[in-house]
Nanobody
Framework: QVQLIESGGGLVQPGGSLRLSCAAS????????MGWYRQAPGKQRELVAI???????TYVDSVKGRFTISRDNAKNTVYLQMNSLKPEDTAVYYC????????WGQGTQVTVSS
C-alpha cells in the first residue's frame, strides 16, 4: 500500500536548480530512511542521497555540495534540492525506502542541457 510519487523535474540549463518532491502514502517518512536515486539513459540506477528517520543525510560524492535532501514530516514528503546542475545530472529521479524494497514509482525526468 506504499505509494511514492515523484514530481518537480524538468528541463533546465547547466547551473540551474530544481526541487524534486516525493509525496508518500502508506509509510511514515519520519520512521524510515529514504533515498533519492537516479537512472541515466543506458546506465544502472544509482543512489544519490539518503535521509534517515533521525534526519541525518548522506550524499554520493558527485552531488555533495550541490544537492540537499530534506523532509517535511507534516506533509510526509521528502525533497531533493538540486543546485548547480550539470548535464551529467540528467536522469530519471526516483525516491525509495532505503532499507526496505518497495515498488519503484514512475520517477521524474530531469534534463540538464544548454
Amino acid at each position: 500500500q506504499v505509494q511514492l510519487i515523484e514530481s518537480g523535474g524538468g528541463l533546465v540549463q547547466p547551473g540551474g536548480s530544481l526541487r524534486l518532491s516525493c509525496a508518500a502514502s502508506g509509510i511514515i517518512l519520519s520512521a524510515v530512511a529514504m533515498g533519492w536515486y537516479r537512472q541515466a539513459p543506458g546506465k544502472q540506477r544509482e543512489l544519490v542521497a539518503i535521509i534517515t528517520g533521525g534526519g541525518s543525510t548522506t550524499y554520493v560524492d558527485s552531488v555533495k555540495g550541490r544537492f540537499t535532501i530534506s523532509r517535511d514530516n507534516a506533509k510526509n514528503t521528502v525533497y531533493l534540492q538540486m543546485n548547480s546542475l550539470k548535464p551529467e545530472d540528467t536522469a530519471v529521479y526516483y525516491c525509495h525506502d532505503y532499507s526496505r524494497y518497495q515498488s519503484w514509482g514512475q520517477g521524474t525526468q530531469v534534463t540538464v542541457s544548454s
